[in-house]
């Protein structure tokens, strides 16, 4: 069973950064995409970016412009650079990896923002 470990939540003001990142803790079929969603109080989840393993990349328009996915240099790790926060990007963040039709979740690292 591959698990996701995510880090680099927490409490950033407006306009600050944050640099998310996911590791799986095996090692996984070559062909896959990663991705970030995210869940605020009452929302649906939703997605905010994801990259394959051949590097494209898709965003949520909210966060065009703003946060960046990426790979690490060890495939089965995925970071998020978020840039310019507002206070409606608070939200638990968490990291999904779909590989061979299968699905994994990571269990969700708080990132607040406050104005």
């Known amino acids: 069973q591959v698990q996701l470990v995510e880090s680099g939540g927490g409490l950033v003001q407006a306009g600050g950064s944050l640099r998310l990142s996911c590791a799986a803790s095996d090692s996984i079929f070559s062909i896959n995409t990663m991705a970030w969603y995210r869940q605020a109080p009452g929302n649906q989840r939703e997605l905010v970016a994801s990259?394959?393993?051949?590097?494209?990349?898709n965003y949520a328009d909210s966060v065009k412009g703003r946060f960046t996915i990426s790979r690490g240099n060890a495939k089965n790790t995925v970071a998020l650079q978020m840039n310019s926060l507002k206070p409606e990007d608070t939200a638990v963040y968490y990291c999904?990896?779909?590989?061979?039709?299968?699905?994994?979740w990571g269990q969700g690292t708080q990132v607040t923002v406050s104005s």
């Open positions: 990259i394959t393993s051949g590097g494209s990349t």
């Open positions: 999904k990896l779909t590989v061979l039709q299968r699905s994994y």
